[in-house]
């Protein structure tokens, strides 16, 4: 095939440090992934009724899959392999663009694992939700007939969300959109069920779940919570709007565009979220980041989501809303950013 749907997305994410004092638990409602049913102190991020929206739940699952490109990512073909003979599965290979399959009639479809459930903003002829093996996400295309290309994503609560796109082999615009958009829903259906464990799988067994120990060692703040990351934010400030700075307990990277900023830091001590003071006034709620430790903190414009590595030391990413419409979706921004900042440092890429 000549060309691949390609996934223009937009999330959001921060890192700052803070200063003082305690903050307030959380009221019900008021962050990613806390209890429903309570009045919220601050705006809730509503996601749209399409599903083109990022997810207001909380990144608190393990990787499925392994977050690497290419064929190292795809080791787990093999064990799959047998999941999908009743699709009729003729091959598979792995490649850059993804874990591939092909089925027959000239079907094929992908898999790829190394993005979170982001903010589509580019116009889509198809964009509706769905929900695949009790897993919420969206069916979506983004070029127009006669193209057949046909997506799925799923938000699995994970660094990285699964996303399966299938296809006509040979041609952009063989076969029939509304098959393909079929056959990516079985195929996802099978992945999530082997390899999701909120739908009853378990990760794959390559599945890297953290940084190593030395990820942060003598690293640039600037490439740990990156440029491109801040992206995903709508934080489009350039490599050279880069700020480099120091807090009392590490550097610091802020990244500012007139709608919101983006704030990245390290610590360099090995203390833990312990180490780092809560930001002053700030409602605060203990919880988890994939399967590290984390902290979200927020107060009307802002909100700082923290996570504890193995080794002791906290990167933390805050998104400071400069625009109305920034702080209703401050902590969803702030761990999106984050989950793509632990995607590069997992791969080794900061």
């Known amino acids: 095939m000549s060309r691949w749907p390609y996934f ?110 982001s903010w589509i903003t580019q116009d889509a002829p198809v964009m509706e939700p769905v929900e695949i093996a009790g897993i919420k996400g969206r069916t979506y295309a983004f070029d127009p007939e006669p193209a057949t290309f046909c997506s799925v994503n799923m938000d699995v609560r994970a660094y990285a969300s699964i996303a399966v796109d299938a296809y006509d082999v040979d041609n952009d615009e063989g076969g029939v959109r509304a098959e393909h958009c079929e056959l990516a829903k079985k195929v996802a259906e099978v992945v999530l069920k082997k390899f999701v464990p909120l739908a009853g799988g378990k990760p794959a067994p390559s599945t890297v779940q953290e940084p190593p120990a030395e990820a942060l060692k003598n690293a640039d703040i600037c490439e740990v919570v990156k440029f491109t990351h801040a992206n995903y934010a709508g934080v489009n400030a350039g490599r050279e709007g880069a700020q480099k700075g120091e807090s009392p307990v590490g550097p610091t990277c802020t990244h500012e565009v007139p709608y919101a900023k983006a704030v990245g830091m390290y610590t360099t001590g090995t203390g833990g979220l312990d180490a780092v003071p809560p930001k002053q006034g700030a409602d605060v709620r203990e919880g988890k980041f994939g399967l ?58 900061a």
């Open 8 to 117: 223009v997305a937009i999330a959001l994410l921060l890192t700052g440090c803070s200063s003082a004092v305690d903050g307030k638990a959380f009221r019900e409602g008021a962050a990613p992934g806390a209890t429903a049913g309570g009045e919220a102190k601050y705006p809730k991020y509503d996601p749209p009724a399409d599903g083109s929206g990022f997810s207001d739940q909380a990144l608190d699952q393990p990787l499925a899959l392994p977050v690497k490109q290419g064929e190292e990512g795809c080791d787990w073909l093999e064990v799959i392999k047998p999941d999908l003979q009743p699709l009729g599965l003729v091959s598979t290979k792995g490649t850059l663009s993804g874990c591939q399959f092909v089925f027959p009639n000239n079907k094929g479809a992908q898999v790829h694992a190394y993005s979170p459930y």
């Open 292 to 349: 590290l430790k984390a902290r979200y903190e927020q107060t009307e414009e802002t909100c700082a989501v923290s996570t504890q590595l193995p080794n002791g030391q906290v990167v933390q990413v805050d998104f400071i809303g400069k625009k109305k419409e920034a702080m209703k979706r401050t902590c969803v921004s702030a761990q999106l950013i984050l989950a793509v900042s632990m995607v590069a440092l997992i791969e080794g890429d």
